[in-house]
């Protein structure tokens, strides 16, 4: 190899470590915007003052407040879209996450369920959901180089399995919405106003994976500080 072709390796590998370093602090600072959020806004069941009316509005509001206010669904639904995406399956988990927590909302409504049965599930769905973030196993961009060619069914049956687990764990979400909805207000605007949220949030979360796939030649490292983040902000605060 000549000189001058390797001065100029030498060159392009430096300016890529910039980037990378730039794009890695533009990373962190969001990360610190996003986790200090919650404490920025009011008490979680604080929301109830909107629907003291019982308007429709005023209900959605208030649903589409409670996830964004609430530290364990707020993780969760930012989470999922991340590993969703990391899976390449974000469209079937999507939809998967959704029938859980409009099947966990109905059977709240419809029975009496031990609140500390399911904040226990919620709990232990986080704590999964961040083992999750943290394998490469569950990183396909990683897979393709880590992983040999004749474990890819046994890899795309584990993720299935992951995401119909997942899907069950959101049906404990869903029934803790429905705990939770506000006296006086419209169940019906409330549940609308919480799908609304976290489908958004699962959205959010495809972007910020997509972002940190994008741009961070380690993608994986940053995640894994987000995921450990949000369980000790689930657990802690």
Known sequence: MSTQASKTMTKNKTAKNLIDKAAMTRTLALSSLLTGLPTLVFAHPGHGVMTADGAFGNSVLSGIMHPLTGLDHLVLALGMGMLLTQMHSFKKGFVSLSLGLVAGFALSLNMSLNSTFIESGIVLSIVLLTMALMSRYFNIRLNNNGINQSNEASVKTWHNLAIAGFAALAMLHGAAHAIEVPANSSTTGFFIGMII?????????????????????DSLMIQRVLAVVGLCGVLFI
């Open 197 to 217: 949220a976290m489908l958004g949030l699962y959205t959010v979360g495809r972007g910020v994976a997509t972002y940190l796939n994008t741009h961070l030649q």
